[in-house]
């Protein structure tokens, strides 16, 4: 039987249209710590950060929006008004499977979108089928927890965010925001990093987001110099692991369309993409936002 909205692409190993939901909104709600707001609107659901202009923090998701084409431009135009009173560029996430009308990506570049970046859903399907990888001899791996009265050193803060500024690229005048923001998602017993160190030497990170059943992966990265090393697959698999000891239903993360390598090292550890392409839509400059 066709799912109405249905994106095409690899199989969904059992994920239906009301779990896929869960997973967008799940997802939205883990980037809301750090001080941004979400409202659930019924038929999607805003991240907004009022201290912060990237879009990154500013869009939509789980978007399911009327087939008609007139519904359809009525309900985007409301959502434009949403966002000039927010003072936001408009932002829209496309989920891989799911979103209603099933053109929702084509009908946004009709309107003045254009995409800016695509990706998929990764989720944990199956055992990875190996015994898990063992740290090396000077690898340890550091458990980093949230919550209310949880003191994590200053120094090991900035670690973390110089490494993930390092693994991702992120201009090094940043690098104080993001220590800013795990200090205010340290706060939250929700909120987990995984630490690898070679020696004193932080190599690999990552984030998890574990609340309702479900656990939300993110900023697995690994310090240039230290790559192809097995880092990486190292602090996946550790997250995964407590993720699941957590009690976890469901695993999951997003990675870039065109990642291969991260990819490769998701699926050995366990995790396979489900659902289709999703798309990262923006108004573009100069666009009419009626």
């Known amino acids: 039987m066709t799912v109405p909205g249905r994106a095409a692409g ?6 239906d249209e009301a779990a896929f939901r869960f997973i967008e909104v799940h997802e939205t709600r883990a980037h809301a710590l750090g001080g941004r707001l979400i409202r659930d609107l019924g038929d999607c659901v805003l991240l907004h950060a009022p201290g912060n202009r990237d879009p990154f923090f500013n869009r939509v998701a789980a978007v399911r929006w009327p087939h008609d084409p007139i519904r359809f431009e009525r309900r985007l135009a409301e959502l434009l008004a949403l966002f000039a ?17 099933a053109d929702l990506g084509p009908r946004l570049v009709d309107q003045g979108f254009r995409e800016v970046g695509a990706g998929y859903v990764m989720a944990l399907v199956r055992s990875s089928g190996r015994e898990r990888r063992r740290p090396a001899p000077g690898v340890t791996v550091e ?7 949880v003191s994590v050193g200053d120094q090991t803060v900035h670690q973390i965010a110089r490494l993930v500024g390092e693994s991702f690229a992120v201009d090094p005048d940043r690098h104080e925001a993001i220590a800013a923001e795990l200090l205010e ?5 929700a909120f987990h990093v995984c ?16 609340f309702d059943g479900a656990s939300y992966l993110s900023s697995i990265g690994t310090r240039p110099r230290h790559r192809g090393q097995g880092h990486g697959l190292l602090v996946t698999e550790a997250l995964i692991d407590d993720a699941i000891a957590a009690g976890s239903r469901q695993v999951y993360l997003g990675v870039h369309a065109h990642n291969d390598r991260a990819i490769s090292v998701y699926r050995r550890a366990g995790l396979d993409i489900v659902g289709g392409r999703a798309g990262d839509y923006l108004l573009a400059p100069g666009t009419i936002e009626r």
């Not at 458990?143 to 009265?149: S, T, W």
């Open 85 to 101: 009173g927010l003072d936001r560029r408009p932002h829209i996430w496309t989920g891989p499977a799911f979103n209603t009308p």
């Open 195 to 210: 630490l690898v160190r070679s020696g004193a030497e932080p190599v690999a990170v990552g984030k998890r987001y574990t």
């Open 10 to 15: 690899p199989p969904l190993h059992g994920l």
């Open 143 to 149: 458990r980093l927890h949230g919550g209310p009265g």
């Open 185 to 189: 998602s340290f706060e939250s017993p």
